[in-house]
T-cell receptor, first 114, second 111 residues
């Protein structure tokens, strides 16, 4: 595997379900991100991790819970979601948090909440 | 407040018809401006980074330019495989490392 991978690619869940999204980066990067992408809206930054520590949480509801067990893996745990949470969830990584280097994105998980 | 605006929202071109996409930004001190390409059902794919006004980067039919207020992505003699959504993102000195994305331009190139 190369680059940034995400599983599952598609997910349908009810509002009472609990599920997790997984992201893995094979680039040796130290920073990882979760974004939400909805139609006609800019990418919304949700969480930032650097060297396994959360450095940013952009006022994301508590029904989204991130976990970063090591610098290569990032999870997003989901519970009691709402239909408006349906979106494409993108994981990204970058060498550091310097802001001068690009972020590399995974293919995303398309989430539908019924 | 840092802001990024992309125009047009959608663009249809005939194959071979050159055009430009615009990304205008208002940030307090630009750290970097990034262009990405996103195909349906996929994550954004990195194209270019520009750091200072006057800078230009080129790759195949694409050329990105930067001024103090905006960036252009010029597409020369596009082909159908250039059809995608093109995203622009900026990072400002104020926010350190946070990327602010525009809503993108959806480009369709008709054979």
């Amino acid at each position: 595997e190369t680059g940034v991978t995400q599983t599952p690619r598609h997910l349908v869940m009810g509002m009472t379900n609990k599920k997790s999204l997984k992201c893995e980066q094979h680039l040796g990067h130290n920073a990882m991100y979760w974004y939400k992408q909805s139609a006609k809206k800019p990418l919304e930054l949700m969480f930032v991790y650097s060297l396994e520590e959360r450095v940013e949480n952009n006022s994301v509801p508590s029904r989204f819970s991130p976990e970063c067990p090591n610098s290569s893996h990032l999870f997003l745990h989901l519970h009691t979601l709402q239909p408006e949470d349906s979106a494409l969830y993108l994981c990204a990584s970058s060498p550091s948090l310097a802001g001068k280097e690009t972020q590399y994105f995974g293919p995303g998980t398309r989430l539908l909440v019924l | 407040e840092d802001q990024v605006t992309q125009s047009p929202e959608a663009l249809r071109l005939q194959e071979g018809e050159s055009s430009s996409l615009n990304c205008s930004y208002t940030v307090s001190g630009l750290r970097g401006l990034f262009w990405y390409r996103q195909d349906p059902g996929k994550g954004p794919e990195f194209l270019f980074t520009l750091y200072s006004a006057g800078e230009e980067k080129e790759k195949e039919r694409l050329k990105a330019t930067l001024t103090k207020k905006e960036s252009f992505l010029h597409i020369t003699a596009p082909k159908p495989e250039d059809s995608a959504t093109y995203l622009c993102a900026v990072v400002s000195m104020n926010t350190g490392n946070q990327f602010y994305f525009g809503t993108g331009t959806s480009l369709t190139v008709i054979p």
